[in-house]
């Protein structure tokens, strides 16, 4: 290849690499993913269709090790809900304790 087409490639490729945005990790916030939770438990709307990735997400965190570890995945769990501000105080522990009873330990 010659040396001015091997440049011109590679400028090409960092202009192409310059104008792609960044890919960005999705962040699902503990509070929708509780409200959610919350609703699918009966404490609440079910929230239809909005609350799709925040169960998804929900039920996404799961512990293998090697084989699936409902205890843990229900302490993964509650940690994470409990990331929302006030999920663990007054009435909101009981509905946290209900949405891990019920769907703490789904794989």
Request: charged content about 10%.
């Amino acid at each position: 290849m010659k040396p001015t087409m091997l440049l011109a490639t590679l400028t090409m490729g960092i202009a192409t690499l310059l104008t792609i945005a960044p890919a960005r990790a999705q962040s699902i916030d503990p509070c929708a993913v509780y409200t959610c939770m919350a609703g699918m438990s009966g404490d609440g709307a079910t929230g239809g269709a909005a609350c799709a990735p925040a169960t998804t997400f929900f039920f996404s965190l799961v512990v293998f090790d090697p084989y699936f570890d409902a205890p843990a995945t229900s302490q993964l769990r509650r940690r994470y809900l409990m990331t929302c501000p006030g999920a663990n105080t007054g009435t909101n522990a009981a509905i946290l304790n209900a949405i891990i009873a019920e769907w703490g330990t789904v794989p």
